[in-house]
Structure formats: structure tokens, C-alpha cells
């Protein structure tokens, strides 16, 4: 199963993999916006494994565990660059020695200078898909920067870009501006419905790509125990955005709205996981989640989720009833 990455042409496995938690811990004094020190060759073992049962689509940044994330990603597919596509981010700075976090570039040097780190991480040449990181920027700085990515396009050290932000009016000011925007990455799974941003993708093809389609694990099924995530875990910062985890455990109020449609996610044989996956590869031919695995089982069981492909209608209507009435 395939999708096409917006109006690049470029077709991609329906289901790609999110590669943030691959890059372990990255923080700004007691703040944590990474995850926990990974295994390096077991995340290398995860994403080949991933790119054996489907994906090609892998999507990444460069602040991801302060640059770590996209030099395990180049280690991956040493080699086999052309069997992949790549996206990477830009727009928070970091030191790559101490893994602290800095502050936010919107600067088209940055821009430029971010670009060619991440190159060099990801021991590549080009990137196909490159994003705006920064979400909340204001319109009018983000469209200054489209000349620039034109002209990166035009120089083959891109293929496309695209900005990751969950605004509606941010999406498509920038989709309408940029001729090689190609691609909107925002928060989507079947407890969040973005359907503002995803009706700007499907006008203006731009790919959909479903950052937390599994609601940052919650939708795993591993957290109605009451478990604690790790210390150096982003989802026990407390902060207001994440909304899906509570001081670092998972919210009550979400795990009950998974138990009411756990029934219809795991129809036909899939997990919770799987399920989730389907509802979003039913939402719309746009939509390409990206699961986050940092371990090869995660991967088989994400990527098993192809095999058995979307929901069907009624399953999804039978979703949409019990969530959004």
C-alpha cells in the first residue's frame, strides 16, 4: 500500500516512521523535550526492519535528540539511500555536544546553515522532504523563507518542502505561496480529528503527515495500567500541550475515550495500535501517519497494520458515532 507525498509525485509506504524518540534525550536545563537514551543499534535493527515490511517514508529533525536521531537514521540506509525517502526539520538550535536545547532561528540563514548539518548527520546530499519546524511562527516570516527553499530545490540539496504546524492559516498560506510545498505535518490520530488542516491538504495537495497518530503511545494500549514514563521522558514534563499524558502518566480522560472504541479498533484481528493506524489510512488518501518504534517488535506491529489495511465505512462511521456523535 502507497501514497503519494502531495503535489512531489514522490510515492511513499502508506505508513512511514516517526524518528524522535530514536534520538534519545535532549533538554534545556530541567526541561526534557527528548525521550530516554535509545539503544542505537537496536533503533538501526527497527528502522531497517520497518523499511522491510513497508516503509520508505521516515521523517526525522534536527533537533531530535540534539542531531543524534538523523546520524542513527543516515547509519540505517548507509548505502541504500535511494531506497528511502527522508525528511528532516529545522528551526530550533541546540548544541549538539551537550544535548541542550536553544533557542528558536526563523533566520534564512539558519535555515541554510541547519540544512547543511543535517546533511552531514544524515550522510546524504539531499533531503527530499525539508520542514518548517516551527509551528507558531507568523505568516508573514515563514512566506520570507520560501525563496530560499526554491532555490535549494533548484539546487537538488532538496526535493520539497513543507511546514510542521497544526494551524489551518499558517498550512495554507504556505502551501498556496510555496510551488514546492508539498507536504503539512500536524497532530492527527483518532483522538484528535484535524480536520481544519487536513481540508487545507486535501485542496491544495499537500501531503497529510499524522505526527502522533498513536497519541505519543497512549493509543498502544500500554498505559491503562497506570504505568510512568521515564524521568528524561518529554511526556512527563507537565507541559499544556501535552495533553494525552498526565505528569507523565496517561489521562484518564483519553484512555476512557480509547476503551469506548477499543472494540471497533481491534475488529478483524488488528491491536489497538494497528486499529488507531487503520482509522487514520481511512480517513484520507492524504493521510500518511508515522508512527513512532523504538524497538523491532514496535515495528512489525506498526507495519502490520498495512496487511490489514484501512477500516472499512462502516467501521469508521461506526467511530465517528461513538466519538463525535
Known sequence: MTRTLG???????????????????????????????ADDDESIATLRRAHELGATFFDTSSNYGAGHSEQVLGRAFAGRRDEVVIATKWG?????????????????????????????????????????HLGGAE?????????VLDELVAAGKIRSYGWSTDDPERAEAFAKAGAGCTAIQHDHSVLNDAAGVLAVCEALDQASIARGPLAMGLLSGKYHDGRHVGGQDVRAGGYDWMTYFTDGTGNPEFLARIDSVREVLTSGGRTLAQGALAWLLARSPAM????????????????????LGPLSEDEFRQVESILRG
Do not use: H, K, M
Not at 288 to 307: F, K, M, S, W
Open 7 to 37: 503535489r512531489s509525485g514522490i510515492e511513499v509506504g502508506a505508513i512511514g516512521v516517526g524518528c524522535w524518540a530514536i534520538g534519545g534525550p535532549l533538554q534545556a536545563g530541567t526541561d526534557q523535550f527528548g525521550f530516554s537514551q
Open 288 to 307: 500518511i501517519p508515522i508512527p513512532g518504534c523504538r524497538t523491532v517488535a514496535q515495528a512489525e506491529e506498526n507495519l502490520g497494520a498495512l496487511a
Open 139 to 147: 505568516i508573514p516570516a515563514a512566506l520570507e523563507l520560501i525563496p
Open 92 to 132: 530550533y538550535t541546540f548544541d549538539e555536544t551537550t544535548r541542550e536545547a536553544g533557542p528558536d532561528d526563523a533566520s534564512a540563514a539558519f535555515l541554510r546553515s541547519s540544512l547543511e548539518d543535517s546533511l552531514r548527520r544524515l550522510g546524504t546530499d539531499y533531503v527530499d522532504l525539508f520542514q518548517f
